[in-house]
């Protein structure tokens, strides 16, 4: 089975500074897809930004990109010049493709500091 | 820019009781979900919804959950006899046909099971 291992259950920043989640994963398939989502204090679920793994350049959005190690099962994200608004918790997400579920890892709460 | 909506908000409820947590997926979306976190914890997928049909489910999807699609927007997921532990937000998702497997997701209800 798929797992996600998010690492640090909290981080901070500096605002305007940089910052990198750490994500990992486990799976057997050789095509599949990944996401960060954010998640504010209403709790809603909102896409940050993908990466499909047959791709081998690292996805960017904005200020959001990733570090896509397919070898090492690592998918981190990177946030540049750090903004208030940027805090929340961050959940990284596995999807073989299809019509297939997300699963999840435990998350990031993101504190950013003025 | 389209969105998934669900309603209500914040449903409270007695144990015991049949609660009905209601879902409109952006239109022209084919494939349909529902995910729960408990307070403090990671997302679940509950259950996978196409063509009229569920999909997958998760071994959380017992006889107590349902789904449905009544009509050609509605998607609805029913517990017949609410039970503590499942107070939790329970978010909807939708899937089109050809996105590249993203799956943008409902603002969540809140279930409190008393």
């Known amino acids: 089975a798929q797992t996600v291992t998010q690492s640090q259950p909290e981080m901070s920043v500096q605002e305007a500074e940089t910052v990198t989640l750490s994500c990992t994963y486990d799976?057997?398939?050789?095509?599949?897809?990944l996401f960060w989502y954010k998640q504010p204090p209403s709790r809603q679920m909102i896409l940050v930004i993908r990466?499909?793994?047959?791709?081998?350049q690292n996805a960017t959005e904005n200020r959001f990109s990733v570090n896509f190690q397919k070898a090492a099962k690592s998918f981190s994200l990177k946030i540049s010049d750090s903004q208030l608004g940027d805090a929340a918790m961050y959940f990284c997400?596995?999807?073989?493709?299809?019509?297939?579920?997300?699963?999840f890892g435990t998350g990031t709460r993101l504190t950013i500091i003025p | 820019e389209p969105e998934v909506t669900q309603t209500p908000s914040h449903q409270v409820t007695q144990m015991g009781q049949e609660v009905i947590l209601r879902c409109v997926p952006i239109?022209?979306?084919?494939?349909f979900y529902w995910y729960r976190q408990i307070l403090g914890q990671k997302v679940e997928f509950l259950v996978s919804?196409?063509?009229?049909?569920?999909?997958?489910k998760s071994e959380i999807f017992d006889d107590q959950f349902s789904v449905e699609r009544p009509d050609g927007s509605n998607f609805t997921l029913k517990i017949r006899s609410t039970k503590l532990e499942d107070s939790a937000m329970y978010f909807c998702?939708?899937?089109?046909?050809?996105?590249?497997?993203?799956?943008?997701f409902g603002p969540g209800t809140r279930l409190t099971v008393l």
């Open positions: 919804f196409y063509n009229n049909e569920i999909s997958e």
């Open positions: 997400a596995y999807n073989k493709g299809g019509n297939e579920k997300l699963t």
């Open positions: 990466q499909e793994a047959y791709k081998q």
């Open positions: 799976t057997s398939e050789s095509d599949y897809y």
């Open positions: 239109s022209n979306h084919l494939y």
């Open positions: 998702a939708s899937r089109d046909r050809v996105s590249t497997d993203t799956q943008y």
